[in-house]
């Protein structure tokens, strides 16, 4: 923990997921104190969660944090995002690829400069905090400067935080791409250097497979065998072009998933960004071997990629783990209550709709299990690091007129996840500490 800490009581609504409400119900998947408190340690953990009346007597000496009635939540985990896209959000492009190469790739060149590379992280990782959201899993560029900037931002804050060197070694500007062996050794500096590192993990990191060739997936996939314990994470079947693509960049593949499947790429703790346009041979083998798929519905929307399947990829014949994403920057907002929103209304059109206990379930306790962080986060237990976001569900007036409506916590949730912004987000802790509020005093 970085510097000194004394305990804390935090009050207000305390609102924890227990399990997945489409597996044990609505009743059963949510613990719901109106009146509740949160103990953090001095450690930046939670000693104890409950009611208000009922904290026990050990700790009626410490300072008492009053939000009233606002929700008191697990901070969100944003599953999916990309750290050098920070500036791009609403840049126009005809689809994915030509957004990729008139925005993206141009913008992602600036981060070998080690002092953008610097003042971007402490930028992007403010906008995380101001929108709630304590942990995530991103994408970094090719730099190593660039990836070793976002970690060390993020280690000074104390934040659960996995990323990882991009390997990209074709249909890239020169300035961006980099050969498999390059890739490979680089990524293992870097896993030797921050791997593990406070509350830091990594991913080894090919973009997909428009933009890696057969060496640089097989180097992928060895490192993936000398590192078992790490994380992949990749997109795939975002867009019907890029799927054109890669059937004809590699014509021996059953399909896109089987590309990847190949190199060795596919396991519990790989994540794969998209996956809309899935064919079921696809969704029974991702389902086989564990790995995920991130829905991402800003992006998708903003970018016309389609429309993902949620219910179907998670609770079909071959269930899919299923996390999200806000997918920055083809995602248009920084924000989960935003992609919470986006996600609900596609689940509207493809005619399987998403409950907003479901919804607030996949932001946290989901997305923690999902990437294998339930023991530390996702959700408010004695022992779990105290990473929490505190939503005012009358942050507006129009909000506060609404809210005079609701009659449940699921009313409530849902108001905010179609209404909310980072106005909605009052307070957001990282370890115990708030954070939000320590942005805007040091802008003042």
């Known amino acids: 923990m970085n510097g000194e800490r004394s305990g804390a009581i935090v009050r207000g609504q305390v609102v924890t997921f227990n399990?997945?409400?489409?597996?044990?119900?609505?009743?059963?998947?949510?613990?719901h104190w109106v009146d509740g408190a949160v103990v953090i340690g001095d450690d930046g953990a939670i000693a104890w969660v409950g009611a208000r009346g009922e904290v026990p007597d050990e700790y009626a000496g410490l300072e008492t944090i009053d939000h009233g009635d606002r929700l008191i939540l697990p901070g969100f985990i944003d599953a999916h995002l990309h750290f050098p896209q920070y500036r791009m959000i609403a840049a126009y492009g005809k689809d994915l690829l030509d957004w990729l190469n008139?925005?993206?790739?141009?913008?992602?060149?600036?981060?070998?400069?080690?002092?953008?590379?610097?003042?971007?992280a402490v930028e992007f990782i403010d906008e995380l905090f101001r929108q709630g959201i304590t942990a995530?899993?991103?994408?970094?560029?090719?730099?190593?400067?660039?990836?070793s900037a976002l970690f060390a931002e993020a280690a000074s804050r104390n934040m659960a935080l996995i990323s990882g060197r991009t390997m990209m070694d074709r249909s890239a500007p020169e300035g961006l791409t980099d050969d498999a062996q390059t890739s490979h050794d680089e990524s293992v500096e870097l896993i030797e250097r921050w791997s593990g590192a406070g509350r830091l993990g990594y991913a080894i990191s090919p973009r997909f497979a428009v933009t890696s060739s057969e060496a640089q997936l097989e180097a992928a996939g060895s490192l993936v065998k000398q590192y078992p314990d790490l994380w992949m994470q990749t997109h795939l079947s975002e867009n019907h072009g890029e799927i054109e693509v890669v059937a004809n960049d590699f014509p021996w593949a059953k399909d896109y998933t089987d590309v990847y499947d190949r190199f060795g790429l596919l396991g519990p703790k790989s994540f794969f960004a998209h996956g809309i346009h899935l064919g079921d041979r696809e969704l029974a083998r991702l389902s086989e071997s564990g790995s995920g798929v991130v829905h991402c519905p800003t992006s998708n929307n903003f970018l016309g990629s389609g429309l993902f399947r949620c219910r179907h990829t998670r609770?079909?014949?071959?269930?899919?783990?299923?996390a999200v994403g806000c997918d920055i920057g083809g995602g248009t907002s920084f924000a989960m209550l935003d992609t919470l929103r986006d996600a609900y209304?596609?689940?509207?059109?493809v005619g399987a709709r998403i409950s907003p206990l479901e919804a607030f379930y996949l932001a946290t306790l989901g997305n923690a299990r999902a990437l294998g962080l339930e023991e530390t986060i996702g959700s408010l237990q004695a022992g779990k690091f105290a990473d929490m976001?505190?939503?005012?569900?009358?942050?507006?007036?129009?909000m506060a007129a609404r809210h005079d409506l609701s009659q449940s916590l699921?009313?409530?949730?849902?108001?905010?996840?179609?209404?909310?912004?980072?106005?909605?987000v009052h307070e957001t802790y990282v370890a115990g500490r708030p954070v939000k509020s320590a942005i805007g005093a040091s802008q003042r």
Not at 19 to 28: F, K, N
């Open 410 to 424: 699921a009313d409530v949730l849902f108001a905010l996840m179609i209404m909310g912004d980072d106005r909605a």
């Open 315 to 322: 609770n079909g014949k071959t269930p899919v783990k299923t």
């Open 19 to 31: 399990d997945d409400p489409e597996v044990v119900g609505e009743r059963e998947c949510v613990s």
């Open 389 to 398: 976001v505190v939503l005012d569900p009358k942050a507006t007036p129009i």
């Open 102 to 120: 008139r925005y993206t790739f141009i913008e992602e060149q600036r981060y070998g400069d080690e002092d953008v590379a610097k003042a971007a």
């Open 345 to 349: 209304t596609v689940s509207q059109l």
């Open 136 to 147: 995530c899993l991103a994408f970094s560029t090719i730099h190593m400067t660039a990836t």
